[in-house]
């Protein structure tokens, strides 16, 4: 099967890391190993992160552009015509115009992975991205729903005959080394971990809720934090208090360097303010390292509560804090829970079945045979 794969908001191949980018990756490569060929007819980034209508207007024209020309390549026969459009994200910042134009200029299915719909936005700055996107996601005859919050809103404004298809996120273990993890905890102070990126809004609110709960956990707890980013001073002085129990690792992009830091960990800690899913979730799983985080939206599709990490209500600090302090004073639980991660990560979660929901979504009997 041969797919037309648009990426509005992050394109995979994008030099800045994200949760973002990687599950674009992560769609990239499970298609690809479910047996399709690849084409991109546009790589135009249509965020707009502030709600200009003049913005948003001259990105859709020249999504729409990219689409006439790839639709006239096909048609030329200069471009392999598709059997599907792909669309990975689409909402009112970053909403698809050129994959719904390419399906119906060439009459192919358009599938849509993690659509979602913001019925507040349909006034005000951002009216005319939430149009754009509520068009798409109307145009869409599949829309894979990798964050259950979603399914609500989509199910509810779903045209006649759309599909909303459960599509748990999912991690590729052969693009990380695979770590040994004693099955008993070595003696000492437990060693927690932050990985994101450290911007205002929602990830600096998260750093704080963490910072607050740190001071409750033992003194001997050491925190080990990989990001980087524009509130990166506001982050450090939020932990300066903690002196050198709290390490800065700056952007760690090095997967082998990121794995030996979830290997070296007793627990993800991190309060996923606004969270859709988070990939660290899934990552830190891989080594076998369990997780504490907020309930935000997709986060218990990726963290089991009581089996592979705990959850606590979203943007809660109080909760976070006393949760935090429970299982600093249970370190056994912790390698339980870490045991289950990895399983999880590793047998359900994984790239191969990824590969094999794809290939039933887009109807490919095998590996490869439309």
Request: hydrophobic content about 50%; aromatic content about 6%.
């Amino acid at each position: 099967m041969h797919v037309a794969m648009l990426t509005p908001l992050k394109d995979p191949d994008h030099p800045e890391p994200s949760g973002d980018r990687a599950m674009a990756r992560l769609l990239r490569a499970a298609l690809r190993q479910a047996g399709c060929s690849i084409d991109v007819p546009s790589r135009r980034r249509m965020l707009d992160r502030g709600g200009d209508t003049a913005l948003m207007r001259g990105l859709a024209a020249q999504a729409a552009a990219d689409a006439d020309a790839y639709v006239a390549a096909v048609q030329a026969g200069a471009a392999a015509r598709p059997d599907a459009v792909f669309t990975y994200h689409v909402y009112y910042k970053a909403p698809d115009v050129a994959g719904p134009r390419v399906a119906r200029a060439l009459r192919v299915p358009y599938v849509v992975a993690e659509g979602s719909r913001a019925p507040r936005r349909a006034g005000g700055p951002w009216a005319e991205g939430h149009a754009l996107a509520e068009a798409a996601l109307d145009a869409a005859d599949t829309v894979l729903v990798l964050n259950e919050r979603d399914r609500e809103v989509l199910a509810r404004a779903a045209p006649a005959g759309q599909r909303l298809v459960a599509f748990p996120p999912f991690v590729d273990a052969a693009e990380w080394p695979d770590l040994p993890r004693p099955p008993e905890r070595p003696a000492g102070p437990l060693r927690l971990l932050a990985v994101a990126m450290m911007r205002p809004g929602d990830k600096l609110a998260s750093y704080a809720i963490l910072a607050e709960a740190f001071a409750a956990v033992p003194a001997g707890v050491t925190l080990d934090i990989a990001g980087d980013g524009p509130a990166r001073a506001a982050v450090e002085a939020l932990f300066a208090p903690f002196g050198t129990r709290v390490r800065f690792h700056g952007l760690v992009a090095d997967k082998a360097d990121l794995a030996r830091l979830y290997a070296g960990a007793d627990l993800l800690a991190w309060p996923a303010v606004n969270e859709a899913f988070g990939m660290v979730f899934l990552e830190a799983a891989l080594q076998g390292c369990p997780a504490l985080a907020g309930a935000a939206g997709g986060v218990p599709g990726v963290v089991r509560h009581g089996e592979t990490g705990i959850l606590v209500p979203d943007r809660d600090a109080a909760a976070f804090t006393r949760a935090l302090a429970a299982a600093c004073g249970d370190p056994s639980a912790l390698v339980a829970m870490g045991a289950a991660a990895r399983r999880f990560a590793r047998q359900e979660r994984s790239l191969s079945g990824a590969a094999a929901r794809l290939r039933d979504v887009l109807g490919i009997d095998g590996p490869g045979r439309p």
